[in-house]
């Protein structure tokens, strides 16, 4: 196995006048990030990444107002909020001050873009724009992020998160061959982001790996192995429709691991052997360490059990990928994140598996692992 670890694809190979936004809005745009792909393989064995373009005002101020995106009606329109009504901490966002629960806008609006890779990942063969996937919903209307696909007997099942003034939710689409996508429609309600579907079936009935959010969380006694906050969850359907949480938990976030800040879901779980006897579902997760605007992003992983994916076979609280500043270096006059690496999309190649990540919110990143990298 020859080692590959790149960007693959970055906001300067974007095209936006190929954008599904151009022409529809009164004003410059350009790509914040194009980043955070889902990942699968198709029928010609070539990859598909579907990446996250998050495309924001050029000059979202002016007249003393911030001006953001928002998709409505089968068009785009731009809303402005005064600049005394705001505060802007994060890059990606804005709070909106405002009596009652906290409110968040954002300074892009997120679509998909499928790009097809070479069968082993290293290489851009075409962008599909004739196929991006754009709001068709109203819980949609700021905006589709972060994929991931999952390849289930004859069908392809992508979950992405919908974001809107009444919720934040996932939605999923369906396809037979990864490129025409259908919307199937919110499948987990508000604050559950990061839905991965294994890739397979489990005594017959679809699984998820779930990331339920909130602002409160009950403490784990003292002494406890465990740390309270945001955890991966499990969940089980008949249909990928209609779910239901499992009883027992999932992945937890260690009590002083660097790591346990927060944690998530990454990629889809895979059924796979790593060559040493041990056989089950690989996931790859993200874990955030305190540091900087946002948090230190790493991945990290762990095999559940075959037909048990409640059960951790093995793990490693060691990072198995981290943010590569030397990949983003040529694009330091794009960056506005730093010491994030989100791994999204993974493919089994055999001896090796391949990991399609978002680096920085900014770009697209390949990495091949060997399986042997999978010990403690």
């Known amino acids: 196995m020859a080692f590959f670890d790149a960007l693959i694809l970055t906001p300067h190979d974007i095209d936006l006048a190929r954008s599904p936004l151009a022409g529809r809005i009164a004003a410059e745009t350009y790509v914040l990030g194009a980043f955070n792909p889902g990942m699968t393989r198709l029928a010609n064995g070539n990859l598909l990444l579907m990446v996250r373009i998050a495309e924001a005002l ?121 490129l025409d996508w259908r919307l199937e429609g919110i499948v987990l309600d508000h604050q559950n982001k990061d839905m991965l579907l294994f890739e397979g079936l489990i005594d017959g009935r679809y699984w998820a790996q ?21 955890s991966i969850n499990l969940a089980s359907s008949p249909d990928a429709l209609h779910w239901k949480p499992c009883d027992r938990p999932g992945i937890r976030a260690r009590a002083g691991a660097p790591a346990s800040a927060r944690i998530g879901g990454g990629t889809p779980p895979i059924l796979t052997d790593l060559g040493d006897g041990r056989r089950g579902w690989l996931s790859l997760w993200h874990g955030v360490e305190p540091g900087g605007a946002v948090g230190i992003y790493r991945t990290y992983w762990s095999l559940l059990d075959a037909d048990d994916p409640s059960i951790t076979l093995a793990g490693s609280e060691a990072p198995l990928i981290e943010p590569a500043p030397q990949l983003t270096a040529p694009l330091g006059a794009l960056m506005y994140l730093d010491n994030i690496v989100f791994s999204t999309g993974i493919v089994d190649a055999g001896d090796h598996v391949i990991v399609a990540s978002g680096e920085a919110d900014l770009a697209c990143r390949i990495t091949y692992l060997a399986k042997t990298d999978f010990r403690q």
Do not use: N
């Open 58 to 178: 050029r000059t979202p101020v002016r007249d003393g107002h911030i001006h953001a995106i928002r998709w409505a009606d089968g068009g785009y329109r731009l809303d402005a909020w005064p600049l005394d009504r705001i505060e802007t901490s994060d890059p990606r966002t804005f709070d909106v001050l405002d009596k009652g629960a906290r409110a968040l806008a954002l300074t892009s609006l997120s679509w998909l873009l499928p790009v097809e890779l070479s069968g082993d990942g290293t290489r851009v063969v075409t962008i599909h724009y004739d196929r991006a996937i754009t709001p068709r919903a109203s819980y949609q209307c700021y905006g589709i992020e972060d994929a991931r696909i999952s390849r289930i007997g004859d069908r392809y099942l992508m979950t992405t998160c919908s974001v809107s003034p009444e919720r934040q939710a996932t939605s999923l689409y369906s396809s037979a061959d990864a």
């Open 210 to 230: 779930t990331r339920p959010l909130g602002d409160l969380y009950f403490a784990y006694p003292p002494g406890s192995d465990w740390r309270s906050g945001p």
